[in-house]
C-alpha cells in the first residue's frame, strides 16, 4: 500500500508525520567554571549537539556566577560556527562572519552559565529539529508547516530571492523574511521525512491573485477529495465545507469553490498534501535526485533498450564483447563517425543509393549489377574476370595509347603496324594461317614528298616489301643521303 514518509509500523505514526522543536527560544545550560567545557585555548565553548548556527545572535547569562573572562553576563554576542559540539562568540555578526573573536581569558565559575538564541527581531535564521534536538530529514520547503501567531507562512524554493514567509538552506536551516520578534508565538510540523514509495508526487503549491468577484479557482492536478489540499487566503488557513455545514469554500474535481469570492488583492494558496496514483506525468525523482538528474555510475537500466535515443557510446557489448545495435526502424538515420573492431552484416549494407551485397556463403562481395569481387573469379566487371591466367575482354575502344609488353592474335586487324604479309585465314586450326599474302606495288599520291632516311644504329639501311613505288605528278622521293634503300627485300617479283 502507498504511503507518505518512511514506511508505516503498527501502532506506530511517529515516524512520518512530526511537531517541530520551538525554534522561538532555545536556551543551552553549561560549565562555565570547567576548562573543558570553555577552552582559553582556542577560544571555543563545547556543548555536546549544540542547535546554534553561524552568525545567530544568543544573549549570554552567567547564571549567578562568576562571568566567563571576555564575556558580560546579560549581552548579546553573535556565534561564529566552530564544531556540531564547539563554537566561538564575537561582538558582532561581521566579526563573526569574518572569525574575528572574542579572547576568552578565563573560565568563570558557576555550573549554570547560559546562552540564548530566540525571536528577537533581529535573528532571521534558525536550526529545524524535532524530538529535542533531532535533525529532520526532507527535500522540499513545502513539507514544512510554519505558522507565526496560528497564520500559515509561505514556503520558497529559493532562499536567497523571495519577498515573504520563509525557506530552507542546507536542508537544516529556516531563514524568515522577516525576523520574529518575542512577541510572535512558532508552531511548526514536518510531512513525510522520507519519499519511501514509487507513486508520490512531489508536494505542490498553487497560488493565485483575488480580484474580488472570482469564486472558482483551478488547480494544477485533480484533489481526491477536500483532506488532500490546505487552503489558505492571505496566510489564514480556510475551512472547507463537510458533513452537510457550509463553510468558506469546497474541491469540486480539480476546483476549488469559495462561498464568497475572496477580496480583490487577496493571496489564494492550496497545498496539495495528498498523494497522486502512477501515471505517465514526469518523474520527480530518480535514484535520489530530482531537478534535470544525469545518470551516474552504478544506475541500473533495465529492459531491452529498444526505445533508448540519442546514446552516444564507444562501445555497447555484450558478455562476450560483441556490440549489439538495436535495428532501426525504416528510414532513420545515423549521423557521425563509427569506430569498430568487428563487423558483421548478415544481410544488405546500403551506401548511398547503390547496394554493396556481402555474401559469406559464396565469398564474394558485389556491387550493384557490374562488379564483383570474390575469392573464385577474382575481380569480375560483367561477365569477365580478372584473375590470374590474364584479363578476358571482349573489346577495348581507345582513343589514347595503349602500351603492352607484347601483342598477341593474328593482327589482321591492326592499323599503323610494320608488317610484310597478311595471313589467308585466322583459324590456327587451317593451315592457310601460315600462307601469307602482300602486294608489291604502292602509288604515291599527286604532290607528295616523302624521304627515306636511316640511321647509323641500322647500318645506314632502309628495305621494303615493295617492288614498286610509282611517284606520281609533281611528287618525291627523296634518298636521303647516306641511305641504303632495298625495294623488294623478300625478292618475290621480279619485276
Known sequence: ????????????????????????????????????VVSTSDETIRVPNHRFIQGQRVT?????????????????????YHTVHTFKLATNLANANNNVNINLTSVGSGTSH??????????????????????????????????????IQRPNLDHTNFDDGFAI?????????????????????????????????????????????????NLSRDVPNHSSVIVSLNGVVQHPSD????????????????????????????RHMGFAGASTAAVSGFYGRTGNVTLQNGDLLRGDGSLLTGIDATSLKDSDGNIKIQALETGATHTGFSTMQNLRVTGILTVGTSSIVLNDTANTIKVGTALTLGHTQGLQFHTQNLHSAGFEINQI???????????????????????????????????????????????????SSVTVQSDAGCGNVAFSRLSKIIVGSGSTLHIGAGTTFIMDVLSLFDD
Open 1 to 36: 500500500m502507498p504511503y507518505i514518509g518512511n514506511e508505516h509500523i503498527a501502532g506506530d505514526s511517529v515516524k512520518n508525520f512530526k511537531v517541530l522543536d520551538d525554534i522561538s527560544s532555545y536556551t543551552v545550560t553549561f560549565d562555565g567554571s570547567a576548562s573543558s
Open 60 to 80: 549570554y547569562n552567567n547564571g549567578g556566577g562568576g562571568n566567563i573572562g571576555g564575556l558580560t553576563s546579560g549581552t548579546a554576542y553573535y556565534v561564529t
Open 114 to 151: 547560559t546562552l540564548n538564541a530566540a525571536f528577537d527581531g533581529v535573528n532571521t535564521r534558525f536550526k529545524i529539529t524535532h524530538n529535542g534536538g533531532e535533525k529532520p530529514r526532507f527535500n522540499n520547503p513545502s513539507q514544512l508547516n510554519i505558522a507565526i501567531n496560528n497564520v
Open 169 to 217: 538552506v542546507d536542508r537544516e536551516k529556516i531563514v524568515f523574511k522577516t525576523a520574529p520578534t518575542s512577541n510572535d508565538v512558532f508552531w511548526g510540523s514536518l510531512i513525510g521525512e522520507v519519499h519511501s514509495t514509487f507513486d508520490i508526487s512531489d508536494f505542490k503549491l498553487d497560488t493565485f491573485t483575488a480580484d474580488g468577484s472570482t469564486t472558482q479557482f
Open 243 to 270: 458533513g452537510g455545514v457550509t463553510r468558506s469554500y469546497s474541491i469540486q474535481g480539480n476546483t476549488i469553490v469559495f462561498v464568497s469570492a475572496p477580496a480583490s488583492g487577496v493571496e489564494v494558496q492550496a
Open 397 to 447: 575502344n581507345a582513343s589514347g595509347i595503349i602500351t603492352a609488353s607484347q601483342f598477341k592474335g593474328d593482327g589482321s586487324q591492326l592499323t599503323g603496324v610494320s608488317g610484310f604479309a597478311t595471313a589467308l585465314s585466322s583459324d590456327k586450326t587451317s593451315v592457310l594461317s601460315d600462307i601469307f599474302k602482300t602486294h608489291n606495288t604502292f602509288n604515291m599520291g599527286a604532290g
